[in-house]
């Protein structure tokens, strides 16, 4: 690849500040009367520099384009992130169909590394801002090979899922953990190519919609890849709702998903290749221009942020923020890691229809669209933590009631599944759990907002987000692992036998007898968890909310100053 003229703008916005406040000083010393030109002089030069500007604005509001103008551009990116979305609706729905074949957690915290790669796009990110072929486009350079290349991981995963899925040893976690995590990273890629495209694509007055593309695009394309998928996959489902006569199987397979996908990839990115031109700015377009830096030089600003000390106590309390004791900020969010990552397995396992609980998400969805501008409302001040350290609490006590939702499903089922008021209590409870999380969650973003230095913004913003991501995967990896080794079983009806390891549990039900969980790991997690995370709270929340008070320049970066 060949990178086009590299221009590094570090004081770019000082310039414009410098900029406006001249031009602010100059009318301010017109008021004022400090010069040397008489009155009439004065306010005759007043009268001229207000035409001008007069003019330049209604010419500006000639050629300013609507959304029409470029409605071809929006549905474009809206589009782009919609397939963005489809692998990763598909990674999320893989965990519960493998779960429905009974599983070790240990294997689920395996496969749940799929999900790692947006939380560590940072790390190459720079590499994809900065390296291109600038003939055939700085984003398309990109864009391009990541789908094609999706398209064709899709394709092979078409021809060799069931074989994966329904292997005599039990499903083969490890290959479908790489080739899911090659289609995270793949599609991570292609947002970061997509994100950088839409600051060309539309003019600067329509930009605005390039967010309002991404979150719409991105969830329709996970509620393809994940709930419209295991409703469709579902033989019950299909046959209660969608079907005159039963049959075996759902109307689509996971292989006939994967074909359609992989050659709708295919093919709109040829078209996006062929057809699409960058920076095709046409009339009434304003041209925006883009400034890099060097990747070197971007990775140096990382690790200048990652050095200063209230950046550092901060990634430090959001790398450990669901996990452990060891440390100061070793603790924050253990509480929430066994509700978060094992609840809705454990609900599978207890027998829920997976179809049935992706369904839930759907009426969830305008509920997560208000919270967050109802909560901003209270995370707009100078204190957002207040609100993070308040709804702390809360959420894990919701994890508790998640932990008797768990007890208490079993004793629900009949023979005809469960009971509407069963789903009731489980959606008011998924409720409760998205205010607590999106009360957390906006004001963990307010607070990366406010102290995030401005000259570079969106370093600083990008590095904060991805080590609270992170933040949250691992732990949940964690929990997930620990639940087999935390679970006691005995063999009964089998004198002599134990179930300590699946060799032992086989040779249990070979000699008649039946493994019986006397413990579930998931209950000794949650329990400890809520503990750990009370007393993290009562002891050291206090120092998480004082980071509020630390002054403007502890976070401005050396760099930048």
């Known amino acids: 690849m060949e990178h086009s003229d590299l221009m590094t703008h570090k004081n770019g916005r000082q310039r414009k500040i410098v900029g406006t406040t001249f031009l602010s000083e100059n009318i301010t010393g017109m008021d004022r009367g400090e010069t040397s030109s008489s009155e009439p002089e004065v306010e005759e030069e007043a009268e001229g520099l207000i035409k001008v500007l007069s003019s330049e604005d209604r010419r500006h509001r000639r050629v300013r384009p609507g959304i029409r103008d470029?409605?071809?551009?929006?549905?474009?990116?809206?589009?782009?992130y919609v397939l963005q979305g489809i692998p990763l609706g598909l990674a999320g729905s893989i965990p519960l169909i493998l779960q429905s074949k009974s599983i070790s957690y240990k294997d689920q915290a395996f496969f749940s590394f799929v999900f790692w790669p947006f939380s560590l796009k940072l790390f190459w990110a720079p590499l994809v801002d900065a390296l291109y072929f600038s003939r055939f486009g700085r984003r398309k350079s990109w864009l391009v090979p990541t789908q094609y290349l999706l398209g064709l991981f899709m394709l092979y995963l078409s021809g060799t899922v069931n074989s994966l899925m329904?292997?005599?040893?039990?499903?083969?976690?490890?290959?479908?953990?790489?080739v899911f995590f090659m289609l995270a990273f793949l599609?991570?890629?292609?947002?970061?190519?997509?994100?950088?495209?839409?600051?060309?694509?539309?003019?600067?007055?329509?930009?605005?919609y390039a967010s309002t593309c991404n979150s719409v695009g991105q969830t329709a394309g996970y509620f393809l890849g994940n709930v419209l998928f295991l409703a469709l996959e579902s033989a019950d489902f299909c046959n209660k709702y969608l079907r005159v006569e039963p049959k075996d199987t759902g109307i689509v397979t996971l292989s006939e998903f994967l074909f359609f996908w992989g050659i709708v990839f295919?093919?709109?990115?040829?078209?996006?290749?062929?057809?699409?031109?960058?920076?095709?700015?046409?009339?009434g377009k304003q041209r925006v221009h883009q400034e890099t830096q060097g990747v070197m030089e971007t990775y140096k600003l990382l690790f200048s942020i990652i050095k200063m000390p209230t950046v550092s106590?901060?990634?430090?309390?959001?790398?450990?923020?669901?996990?452990?004791?060891?440390s100061l900020f070793f603790v924050i969010q253990i509480g929430f890691s066994a509700a978060d990552a094992v609840t809705g397995l454990k609900l599978v396992e207890a027998g829920v229809p997976k179809e049935q609980l992706a369904l839930l998400a759907v009426p969830m969805v305008p509920l997560q669209i208000l919270l967050p501008v109802i909560i901003s409302k209270?995370?707009?001040?100078?204190?957002?933590?207040?609100?993070?350290?308040?709804?702390?609490?809360?959420?894990?006590?919701?994890?508790?009631?998640?932990?008797?939702?768990?007890?208490?499903?079993?004793?629900?089922?009949?023979?005809?599944?469960?009971?509407?008021?069963?789903?009731?209590?489980?959606?008011?409870s998924y409720a409760l759990h998205q205010v607590a999380l999106y009360s957390m969650y906006v004001a963990c973003m307010a607070f990366h907002a406010k102290v995030s230095d401005p000259l570079i913004g969106g370093t600083y913003m990008t590095l904060l987000n991805t080590v609270t991501n992170l933040g949250g995967n691992w732990p949940s990896t964690?929990?997930?692992?620990?639940?087999?080794?935390?679970?006691s079983k005995e063999c009964q009806g089998a004198a002599g036998q134990s179930c300590g390891s699946p060799e032992e549990a086989g040779l249990c039900v070979k000699e008649g007898g039946a493994c019986v969980t006397t413990l579930d790991g998931y209950y000794v997690e949650s329990v400890v968890c809520v503990v750990i995370g009370l007393a993290w709270w009562v002891w050291l929340g206090k120092k998480m909310r004082h980071l509020q008070e630390q002054k403007p320049a502890a976070w401005r970066c050396r760099a930048s100053r």
């Open 313 to 326: 106590t901060f990634c430090s309390l959001l790398l450990t923020a669901k996990i452990s004791i060891s």
């Open 70 to 80: 470029e409605l071809g551009n929006v549905l474009l990116l809206l589009f782009l």
């Open 166 to 178: 329904q292997s005599e040893g039990g499903p083969k976690v490890v290959t479908l953990t790489a």
């Open 378 to 428: 209270y995370t707009a001040g100078p204190r957002p933590l207040d609100v993070f350290y308040k709804a702390f609490p809360f959420r894990l006590l919701i994890g508790l009631g998640y932990a008797l939702l768990v007890w208490w499903t079993p004793s629900v089922k009949h023979e005809g599944g469960f009971p509407v008021y069963y789903y009731a209590i489980v959606l008011f």
């Open 187 to 208: 599609a991570a890629t292609q947002d970061i190519a997509v994100d950088g495209w839409a600051l060309t694509m539309l003019s600067r007055e329509n930009v605005g």
């Open 478 to 487: 964690l929990a997930l692992w620990m639940v087999d080794p935390l679970t």
């Open 266 to 283: 295919l093919i709109s990115t040829t078209l996006v290749a062929i057809m699409k031109k960058e920076n095709n700015h046409g009339k």
